[in-house]
């Protein structure tokens, strides 16, 4: 019984020693490859510059949605008599734009 015990554990431990054996060569092929591998260079354009004013207004489409709502009412009461905008106009600061 012991004997057939003993010789479990040394197939066992040679099956684990070529394993490891094996492995540590991959490693050893794997860092020898990645000494000689060079990087392809590097693409680089080039061009001539020149002096331009920027916009400053960018047209642009898009959606907006608000992160947190907020309930709009009036002070006092009343009536909404005129719209003084249109769906996509733009608008400044300080526009009446509810009557």
């Known amino acids: 019984m012991l004997k057939k015990l003993f010789l479990a554990v040394l197939a066992i431990s040679l099956v ?42 960018s047209a642009a489409n898009g959606t907006v949605s608000a992160v947190q709502g907020v309930t709009v009412s009036a002070e006092v009461g009343g009536r909404v ?3 003084n905008f249109e769906s996509a106009d733009s608008v400044t600061a300080g526009q009446m734009l509810l009557q």
């Open 16 to 57: 684990i020693g070529i394993l490891v054996y094996i492995k540590f060569n991959q490693f050893a092929v794997m860092g020898e490859a990645g000494a000689k591998m060079v990087l392809p260079p590097q693409t680089v354009t080039a061009m001539s510059i020149e002096k331009t004013e920027w916009e400053q207004v």
């Open 81 to 83: 008599t005129n719209i």
